[in-house]
């Protein structure tokens, strides 16, 4: 069974603030954040945030609290992969995706594989890990 663990990274978070765009001043590194676990099932499973104005309910919801207000609405899709793997597709966020603690995004649209273990971060500071071992 696949599932994927979601928490915070700070050195992921210092990188971003580095890179000093428009509103790094304006985003905070959370105190707190509870690490979140979501199972992923037989089906594609939409990364975001939701937003009722919008009709925008993510599988893996990542509206707060802390909410990482740099995780767009419909940030990412988690695709599951005919040899029982997952790939994550960036569907233009704005902030972009990254794998694995790379300085380059993946690019928009295209499927990227993914194994146990593997790292992906969005938003601001939001760490997303794949896991196929039991929950523990």
Same mark, same amino acid.
């Given at each position: 069974m696949w599932w994927v663990s979601v928490t915070?990274?700070?050195?992921?978070?210092?990188?971003m603030q580095s890179l000093d765009g428009p509103d790094a001043a304006d985003v905070g590194f959370p105190a707190f954040v509870p690490e979140r676990r979501?199972?992923?099932?037989? &089906?594609?499973?939409?990364?975001?945030?939701?937003s009722r104005s919008r009709g925008i309910y %993510?599988?893996?919801?990542? #509206? =707060?609290?802390?909410?990482?207000a740099a995780v767009s609405a419909?940030?990412?899709?988690?695709?599951?992969?005919?040899?029982?793997?997952?790939?994550?597709?960036?569907?233009?966020?704005?902030? &972009?995706?990254?794998l694995n603690g790379s300085a380059h995004p993946i690019e928009a649209e295209r %499927?990227?594989?993914?194994? #146990? =273990?593997?790292?992906?971060?969005?938003?601001?500071?939001?760490?997303?890990?794949l896991h196929t071992d039991p929950p523990g």
């Open positions: 915070a990274d700070r050195a992921y978070f210092d990188r979501f199972a992923l099932g037989p &089906r594609q499973l939409l990364i975001g945030r939701r %993510p599988d893996i919801d990542l #509206t =707060g609290p802390p909410e990482d419909t940030h990412a899709l988690l695709v599951p992969q005919p040899d029982g793997t997952w790939a994550i597709i960036d569907l233009r966020s704005t902030n &972009r995706t990254y %499927p990227v594989p993914l194994s #146990t =273990g593997d790292t992906v971060n969005i938003g601001a500071w939001t760490r997303l890990t």
